[in-house]
């Protein structure tokens, strides 16, 4: 059973809008969320972080929303631009060092021009 | 070199064979993790050394699955009798000590093709 669910393998959306993609847990020890962005033929990087004592964190275009009750985080990215355009991974862990992060199936955002 | 390298960045193999994949991390990180990723599925953890401590081999899915790291640096993931179910791409990532996820630095895998 998935931890870390990521319902929407794709997303199409136009430059210039909002893209909104989401990530559903179901351990509630989970207290550190992150998000990685992956390019074809690359490893994946880290973008943007949030701990359970917030339920927002914004960087940039790139703003994560924490919802702890619903156990849902959501990244938004405004505006989106064509570059945004990878495979977006969420991950979660109850401690914020080591291996013990578990990481969704991943949802490819496609930025149309 | 500034990142983390792997090799071969591809790799198909004849069901049955052993494999050997290898991770390069970056100078100076005392942690390395063995990732898969097979199709539609999360990043699945493998197997974790930090340092000079035992590894942790608690996501090896098989007794097929080994991996050693020699001199605190390169790593090795070796697949012995390879399975049509271990086709995916094998990540590997280095991070500082007791870093977080946020400190990873992840290689460019190695997509592995068992036919």
């Known amino acids: 059973d998935q931890q870390v669910k990521q319902n929407s393998p794709s997303l199409s959306v136009q430059e210039g809008r909002i893209s909104i993609l989401n990530c559903d847990y179901t351990?509630?020890?989970?207290?550190?969320f992150l998000w990685y962005k992956k390019y074809p033929a690359e490893g994946p990087t880290f973008l943007i972080s949030?701990?359970?004592?917030?339920d927002k964190n914004e960087d940039g275009r790139f703003t994560v929303f924490l919802n702890k009750s619903a156990k849902h985080l959501s990244l938004h990215i405004v505006p989106s631009q064509p570059g945004d355009s990878a495979v977006y991974f969420c991950?979660?862990?109850?401690?914020?060092?080591?291996?013990?992060?578990?990481f969704g199936p991943g949802t490819r955002l496609s930025v149309l021009p | 070199g500034a990142g983390v390298s792997q090799s071969p960045s591809n790799k198909v193999t004849e069901k049955g064979k052993d494999v050997e994949l290898r991770c390069d991390p970056i100078?100076?990180?005392?942690?390395l993790y063995w990732y898969r990723q097979s199709l539609g599925q999360g990043l699945e953890f493998l197997i974790y050394?930090?340092?000079?401590?035992?590894?942790?081999k608690s996501g090896l899915p098989s007794d097929r699955f080994s991996a050693e790291r020699t001199g605190g640096s390169v790593s090795t993931l070796t697949i012995q009798r390879t399975q049509q179910e271990d086709s995916a791409v094998y990540l590997c990532?280095?991070?500082?000590?007791?870093?977080?996820?946020?400190?990873?630095?992840f290689g460019s895998g190695t997509r592995l093709t068992v036919v």
């Open positions: 050394f930090q340092g000079n401590s035992a590894p942790d």
């Open positions: 949030i701990s359970s004592i917030k």
């Open positions: 990532a280095s991070s500082p000590y007791r870093t977080g996820a946020d400190g990873y630095t």
């Open positions: 991950a979660a862990s109850a401690e914020n060092y080591g291996q013990n992060f578990v």
């Open positions: 100078s100076g990180h005392t942690a």
């Open positions: 351990n509630s020890m989970f207290d550190y």
